[in-house]
T-cell receptor
Framework: DTEVTQTPKHLVMGMTNKKSLKCEQHMGHRAMYWYKQKAKKPPELMFV???????INESVPSRFSPECPNSSLLNLHLHALQPEDSALYLCASSQGLAGGNEQFFGPGTRLTVL | GEDVEQSLFLSVREGDSSVINCTYTDSSSTYLYWYKQEPGAGLQLLTYIFSNMDMKQDQRLTVLLNKKDKHLSLRIADTQTGDSAIYFCAESYGSSNTGKLIFGQGTTLQVKP
């Protein structure tokens, strides 16, 4: 199984809602990532988890809250988002953090904030 | 700091070769990657090269690295309409093992039948 799955595929939420994005991989990877991608732009790194511990937070606003409940799962909890947070949210995983470790990407969750 | 640059658009005819170019700035040993993103999908790693290599070939894909000029290229032979996508060049961030990648802006490849 070389797949990273993400749910939901699409999400529309209001600025007062609380929602969560989910990511799962069963490749035994110990590093997992959240990226944000705006249309026709490259992905921007948000968070990196290594061995279920947060290792990088790229100064992401606190309305985004990541969680890694176990080595296969990664969540992104959303609260009080702004319309400018509308984007494609990509999850990725890799064997480790060293260069040369391929990052496998999921298909993404298309988020629209009204 | 590290920076990766790409041209934004390339149009070719089906059956021709495509060459997508990228320049990077990190002078330390690094990994350089090519990712493909089709509309509405995530990123797919096509190939990668370590900065002590000059060339890597994988079926229709050839990666050339000019270390002196910090120039990376991806050649796709016999380009097909299914190759139409955005291609991102990326570089591992520095020499530390952080998992961070620095992406270029992406090159949109349009393949005309």
């Amino acid at each position: 199984d070389t797949e990273v799955t993400q749910t939901p595929k699409h999400l529309v939420m209001g600025m007062t809602n609380k929602k969560s994005l989910k990511c799962e991989q069963h490749m035994g990877h110990r590093a997992m990532y959240w990226y944000k991608q705006k249309a026709k732009k490259p992905p921007e790194l948000m968070f990196v988890y290594s061995y279920e511990k947060l290792s990088i937070n790229e100064s992401v606003p606190s309305r985004f809250s990541p969680e890694c409940p176990n080595s296969s799962l990664l969540n992104l909890h959303l609260h009080a988002l702004q319309p400018e947070d509308s984007a494609l949210y990509l999850c990725a995983s890799s064997q480790g953090l060293a260069g040369g470790n391929e990052q496998f990407f999921g298909p993404g969750t298309r988020l629209t904030v009204l | 700091g590290e920076d990766v640059e790409q041209s934004l658009f390339l149009s070719v005819r089906e059956g021709d070769s495509s060459v997508i170019n990228c320049t990077y700035t990190d002078s330390s040993s690094t990994y350089l990657y090519w990712y493909k993103q089709e509309p509405g999908a995530g990123l797919q790693l096509l190939t990668y090269i370590f900065s002590n290599m000059d060339m890597k070939q994988d079926q229709r894909l050839t990666v050339l690295l000019n270390k002196k000029d910090k120039h990376l290229s991806l050649r796709i032979a016999d380009t097909q309409t299914g190759d139409s996508a955005i291609y991102f060049c990326a570089e591992s961030y520095g020499s530390s093992n952080t998992g961070k990648l620095i992406f270029g802006q992406g090159t949109t490849l349009q393949v005309k039948p």
